[in-house]
T-cell receptor, first 113, second 113 residues
Framework: DAGVIQSPRHEVTEMGQEVTLRCKPISGHNSLFWYRQTMMRGLELLIYFNNNVPIDDSGMPEDRFSAKMPNASFSTLKIQPSEPRDSAVYFC???????????FGSGTRLTVV | AQSVSQHNHHVILSEAASLELGCNYSYGGTVNLFWYVQYPGQHLQLLLKYFSGDPLVKGIKGFEAEFIKSKFSFNLRKPSVQWSDTAEYFCAAGSSNTGKLIFGQGTTLQVKP
């Protein structure tokens, strides 16, 4: 299994631009999670899906952030417009069920200048 | 409110020293507990997990953790650390009902050769 695959690994963009982060969960996993990691706030859960349905998006910081999961093998996190304070590492994780913990992707390091 | 607290933000040890990282949680209902490790520049990897049964849990790379229900604690231990254990360590708590994990702030461990 290739694990959780995220793309791109690094993204540098200018303030105001739209940014789209992508995630392919492990085949057969039915839960998908988006986290943001910064030095100041640590790991923050942004949103999670169960069976492609958003269950809890209370961690999404603002309306500029949106996430979709059109099918079981793909999810996107979009920021529009991006701001410098969005600079962080964004991790996607998937889980087969709540008992066994997550498998994390390698993350996308986003820098907004 | 659900929360996970890690007492130590930065720990520096010499090789062969013993390690104990503190973790306390506040969580209603049945809780599952996890320790993850993040090596420099990498994604989070599962070290060990506790769901039920023996409160002393053994994980990979010689790590273990003890669940003490009365203290709401799940401390991570290793008898003798190695330089390669230099990493950031995250404690997490979750419920099998939601599958969602709450992470602590993380502890950076630096092992001096």
């Amino acid at each position: 299994d290739a694990g959780v695959i995220q793309s791109p690994r690094h993204e540098v963009t200018e303030m105001g631009q739209e940014v789209t982060l992508r995630c392919k969960p492990i085949s057969g996993h039915n839960s998908l999670f988006w986290y943001r990691q910064t030095m100041m706030r640590g790991l923050e859960l942004l949103i999670y899906f169960n069976n492609n349905v958003p269950i809890d998006d209370s961690g999404m910081p603002e309306d500029r952030f949106s996430a979709k999961m059109p099918n079981a093998s793909f999810s996107t996190l979009k920021i529009q417009p991006s701001e410098p304070r969005d600079s962080a590492v964004y991790f996607c994780a998937s889980s087969g069920d709540g008992y066994y913990g997550y498998t994390f992707g390698s993350g996308t390091r986003l820098t907004v200048v | 409110a659900q929360s996970v607290s890690q007492h130590n933000h930065h720990v520096i040890l010499s090789e062969a020293a013993s390690l104990e990282l503190g973790c306390n949680y506040s969580y209603g209902g049945t809780v599952n507990l996890f320790w993850y490790v993040q090596y420099p520049g990498q994604h989070l990897q599962l070290l060990l997990k506790y769901f039920s049964g023996d409160p002393l849990v053994k994980g990979i790379k010689g790590f273990e953790a003890e669940f003490i229900k009365s203290k709401f604690s799940f401390n991570l231990r290793k008898p003798s650390v190695q330089w390669s254990d230099t990493a950031e360590y995250f404690c997490a708590a979750g419920s099998s009902n939601t599958g969602k994990l709450i992470f602590g702030q993380g502890t950076t461990l630096q092992v001096k050769p």
